[in-house]
């Protein structure tokens, strides 16, 4: 490259890079750089409150993240390889269809259907399913969050499973067919094992958003202990103003999401070196 | 098709439309809903009187801050974008992993814990609660999000047409002008319309910078939903919905895979 391209260049690159890192570069080393801090002295005391406060929060939060992570694909496993096998055009518009919807406004649907007084509990009670002096609530607690994010991230995952199964080559599941193996087979014999490496990828992506989930619990969740870490973060600042143990909470959850850091780093450097 | 496959492709599809369609559902009623008592199955007054109370208060002002906000940062982030994904998807850049590893971050890493502390530098500089200070988190994820996609788009042009544009003596400026920008036109638009909805429903950000300020739906419904105020909020709630269902039907045939992954976190 000549020079004077390179100086271009860079400083065609400038505003947005510097947008970035001004607003999340800098705030990311910043959040490690204060969760060591109290009082402008060095300590690790932020973390033991973590500990001491936190812990079954933070379980809880994992807990939350694997089953929703395992329902989701094992519900997309199956409906991709439906739909990869027999195209079934309008069922797969509709499971697009969350992808578009807020996460603010999966929370409020969820908690208008899933509450106590919602309407799931009213149609139920109608065909005589449910006792209304003492209705169910599944909002409000651990299952109305993983049912949100399930609905939710449904979407997402079947948009990724099907990408990986579509590039497996037909021959292979035509094949199969010829040999009498039915859809289930293909699925588990064929496309699942071919596509092995995409779904490990699927799902540590999906993983770390449903561990990163602010708005759903936000909404959904019971305001009582135990919280998801996003909600402990949030009220630690806007309830106590402790930017310390905050960012020590903060700074555990990046740790969670390692698996998919260290995935991007990998592709990068693969890719361009 | 044998009569019971079809039979039974009905039933997964009519299935497949409770599941979407179910949780919606209860919105559209609530929204319409005078007077409903639990645990009734329909509403035993229905009318438009909340649809017209909300769209006269605060809800139509959170409305057109939202809408100026997304504009606004539509705008700057295509400008900025634009020339940047160029170079990515074509030039050896210097510095480029180092480039693509700070656009990778906002994606790999919990938002929220991040955010608390840029709004403490948003306050530094006095935006805390300000149009700008929102304008400026939006730009975070509109960005990163712009900068995959559109570079994206521009290495899907095949490099051969520009190369024949500078061997038959165009500058690298005129072949970006006439080959590479017309071409990449139509991908353009689609990731810019996505940057948009993006920006009408992010709700983080809006929250920690904006509050108490700076309204936009996605707070405001937050803040309806959580008062029990359930018509006005599920009003909000179908409102935000619009743009993006109109989009996904506009859009089904330009959007890639890679796109529409990006954004399943807002």
Known sequence: ?273 | MSMNRRGLRMAGTVLAAVIIFGPLSSLVIWSFAEKWYWPHLFPQQVGLFYWSKVLQGDMLRALQSGFLIAVVVTVLTLVITVPLAYLLARTPIPFKPVILMIFLLPQAFPQLPVFVNSTTLLYRINQGGKFWGVVLIHMVGALVFAVWTMTAVFKSVPESLEEAAINLGASRLKSFFSVALPLATPGIIASTLLVFLYSLDEFTGTLLVGSPFILTLPVFMYRTSVGYELQVASISALLLMVPGIVLLILLERYMKSEYLSMFGRI
């Open chain 1, 1 to 273: 490259m000549r020079p004077s391209l390179r100086i271009a260049s860079l400083i065609i690159a400038l505003p947005p890079l510097a947008i970035v890192v001004w607003l999340f570069f800098i705030p990311f080393l910043s959040s490690a750089h204060l969760s060591f801090l109290r009082e402008d002295q060095w300590t690790l005391r932020n973390y033991s409150l973590v500990w001491r406060l936190y812990r079954y929060d933070i379980l809880y939060t994992l807990w939350i993240a694997f089953v929703s992570l395992a329902a989701v694909l094992l519900i997309a496993v199956l409906l991709c390889g439906y739909l990869r096998i027999t195209t079934n055009k309008p069922v797969e518009f509709l499971f697009k269809i969350p992808l578009f919807i807020p996460f603010v406004v999966v929370g409020h649907a969820m908690r208008v259907l899933l509450a106590p007084k919602g309407t799931l509990n009213s149609v139920l009670s109608q065909i005589g399913l449910i006792n209304l002096n003492d209705p169910p609530s599944i909002a409000f607690g651990w299952m109305g969050i993983a049912v949100s994010l399930i609905w939710k991230n449904l979407a997402l995952a079947v948009l990724l499973v099907l990408g990986a199964y579509r590039s497996v080559d037909e021959t292979y599941l035509e094949a199969a067919r010829n040999f009498g193996a039915s859809t289930f087979r293909q699925i588990r014999d064929i496309l699942l094992p071919m596509s092995a490496a995409s779904l490990a990828v699927a799902g540590a992506f999906l993983f770390t958003s449903m561990l990163a989930s602010f708005s759903v619990p936000l909404m959904i969740g019971s305001g009582e202990p135990p919280q998801m870490v996003m909600i402990d973060v949030y009220y630690r600042i806007n309830y106590q103003g402790d930017y310390g143990t905050a960012n020590a909470l903060g700074v555990v959850s990046y740790l969670l999401a390692m698996g998919v850091a260290g995935y991007y780093l990998r592709t990068i450097t693969q890719k361009e070196t």
